[in-house]
């Protein structure tokens, strides 16, 4: 049985993140940035908005971001051994895709190498100092990964991050 095919708005201007994760496939790479930069950036007006056809069907709408304009993007390079354990293919479901990629992720947190933005608040409080506390951080990070095959540098690759607006699910993949 097939899921909708009319685009509904879902995409960075819904979702409840406050960084998003774009794992660049060719480009073996990450991108990490704070989510309301990028939204700021596309109510500027100046990113093109373009779709994603699936088998004849428009499954997406999005904006064309270059990578360079996003102002805090980290790329993060993925490690060959996770690279090559996720096993991507062009040819994966779009719902195998996301997940790879959220296990991409998933790895980098878990080994310190995945950026997150914390408000540090320096204590000023004199026997606070004394018993081992000088900066206190708070960090309540929701991230939202996708799976971004072409973004990036180098063969292939398009240079942009696709920030997603709107998608329809004709194969109901999750």
Not at 108 to 125: Q, S, T, V
């Amino acid at each position: 049985m097939a899921g909708n095919t009319e685009l509904v708005e879902y995409g960075i201007f819904q979702d409840e993140s406050n960084i998003h994760a774009h794992v660049g496939v060719l480009a073996k790479t990450v991108y990490v940035f704070p989510t309301h930069e990028v939204v700021e950036l596309i109510g500027t007006g100046k990113y093109r908005e373009v779709s994603v056809e699936t088998d004849g069907i428009i499954t997406a709408m999005g904006y064309l971001v270059p990578i360079n304009h996003v102002p805090h993007c980290q790329a993060v390079r993925i490690p060959e051994n996770v690279f090559r354990g996720c096993r991507f293919s062009e040819g994966d479901s779009a719902g195998l895709k996301g997940d790879k990629a959220i296990m991409v992720v998933k790895w980098l947190m878990g080994a310190g190498k995945f950026p997150i933005w914390l408000r540090p608040e320096i204590i000023e409080d004199v026997q606070m100092q004394i018993s081992g506390t000088d900066i206190i951080v708070g960090c309540r990070a929701r991230v939202q990964v996708k799976c971004d095959y072409r973004a990036g540098n180098g063969n292939g690759c398009t240079g942009n991050l696709f920030i997603q607006a709107a998608e329809c699910n004709p194969q109901r993949e999750h």
